[in-house]
């Protein structure tokens, strides 16, 4: 079977190269697409995300208030430590700064790693500065908002179905507080937040690459091709979703489905931020599937009652 698959790994490794030659165009737009999209969606909008959280974190200085939070929180889903600060920060912040931020807690002790998995599966929120400013693209303010929300929601639902998936482990350290300075914080968040972005700017063009490839390669229609394109990576899926002529509904619920599965780009990037932790992908996966599929049947039976 080893040997299989190194011939099967040589075999792509010169396809591959083959390709690229062949090629070459494609190969130059689509770096240069991928560095526009990281320059002008991405990096605006998380490089700022991932300092603040980095610094909310390691300060301490939201702890006080979440603990009003966290008796709850950890009632509702049966989580530990300071994990309703987890699940706020996510909110707002978006994939795949979640990732980021459970792999801090867990260094500093905030929460279990049972917590962290339960957490990896519920706290996937698209950005919503970046949600709400490609889907106004295609859709009106109404169908834009209802499909954010529909989005957020959804993760309450996927936290209810792990609730009893793993029992908690109480820590000790549950409100450390932190007396770091935010000048001296600023300088390691800022290293933090560039090194994690620069991973994802080569996720985001490695796979806008293999989809530039599939789609001229391939005789698709349209409506293929943006299917294809949300599965490796949704920011460009959603930006071409416009010039599909169909059903609103229809595009209503591809748009809510791109954007709940993530793309394997962003699959690409929680796998290498929780790498070299305990956090488990597979939760991060299972989540999503739940997460397309509660988040498009909400989706219908609201638009069933109120359109």
């Not at 309703?84 to 795949?96: E, V």
């Not at 106004?136 to 998936?165: A, C, E, P, Q, V």
């Not at 600023?186 to 937040?193: F, G, H, M, R, T």
Request: with cysteine; net charge positive.
């Amino acid at each position: 079977m080893n040997k299989v698959k190194k011939i099967f790994t040589i075999i792509l490794i010169f396809s591959s190269i083959y390709l690229l030659f062949r090629y070459n165009y494609l190969l130059n737009i689509s770096v240069t697409k991928a560095v526009n999209l990281w320059l002008n969606k991405v990096f605006p909008t998380l490089f700022i995300m991932f300092i603040l959280n980095d610094i909310i974190i390691n300060s301490g200085i939201f702890n006080n208030i979440s603990m009003y939070f966290n008796y709850y929180f950890n009632k509702i889903f049966k989580t530990d430590g300071n994990a309703s600060l987890a699940f706020i920060l996510s909110l707002f912040s978006g994939t795949p700064s979640s990732a980021f931020i459970l792999k801090e807690m867990i260094q500093n002790n905030q929460i279990s790693i049972n917590t962290a998995n339960k957490l990896i599966s519920f706290t996937y929120f698209s950005n919503p500065l970046f949600l709400y400013t490609i889907l106004r693209l295609t859709f009106n303010n109404y169908i834009t908002i209802k499909i954010i929300l529909i989005h957020y929601l959804t993760n309450i639902l996927i936290g209810l179905i792990y609730r009893n998936k793993e029992s908690s482990q109480e820590i000790n350290t549950f409100y450390k507080d932190n007396n770091n300075k935010i000048l001296i914080l600023l300088p390691k968040a800022i290293n933090k937040s560039f090194n994690t972005l620069l991973m994802i700017l080569g996720t985001i063009t490695f796979y806008m690459i293999i989809t530039n490839f599939i789609t001229t390669m391939g005789n698709f229609n349209y409506l293929t091709q943006i299917i294809i394109k949300g599965l490796f990576e949704i920011t460009q899926a959603l930006n071409e979703l416009n010039n599909l002529h169909i059903l609103s509904i229809i595009k209503e619920l591809i748009a809510l489905s791109i954007i709940s599965f993530g793309g394997l780009s962003i699959h690409t990037q929680v796998l290498s931020i929780i790498s070299d932790t305990k956090i488990s992908y597979k939760n991060f996966f299972i989540g999503r599937l739940y997460h397309m599929l509660l988040s498009t049947l909400t989706y219908c039976f609201f638009y069933w009652i109120i359109g």
